[in-house]
């Protein structure tokens, strides 16, 4: 099953027959929302948005880790990393509305 890739211009042409703004104007709010995130991202804040999920902003300390050509070990430095994680809401869309997850279902055994 190969997936679609949404790309912005796919998002501001979806906001444009839907909300019913021109296209420019579509194409803008879609690049103000999206720089939104961006800057509060940037920030290292954290972006909840219900009943969709919530874009986190985490630490990485540093670390060794090893080239898999050579095995060398090499020090990988710090660094910030996002991580996406979806509402409960969102998995159960993902997941054809599904009530629960397949670990509920080893759970009532």
């Given amino acids: 099953m190969a997936a679609k890739t949404v790309t912005r211009a ?24 999206l720089k939104e995130i961006t ?12 009943s969709f999920g919530s874009f986190v902003v985490r630490k990485k300390g540093q670390r060794v880790g090893r080239n898999p ?21 969102l998995k159960q869309k993902i997941n054809g509305g599904a009530d629960h997850d397949i670990a509920d279902d080893t759970d009532a055994h």
Avoid: H, N, W
């Avoid at 796919?10 to 690049?31: I, M, N």
């Avoid at 800057?39 to 219900?50: A, I, M």
């Fill in 10 to 33: 796919d998002l501001c042409e979806a906001v444009y027959q839907k909300v019913g703004l021109s296209r420019t104007e579509s194409a803008t709010l879609v690049e103000q929302v």
């Fill in 69 to 89: 050509k050579t095995g060398k070990e090499v020090p990988i430095s710090p660094r910030r990393v996002m991580v996406f994680k979806p509402s409960a809401i």
């Fill in 39 to 50: 800057d509060c991202l940037e920030r290292g804040e954290t972006v909840k948005l219900s």
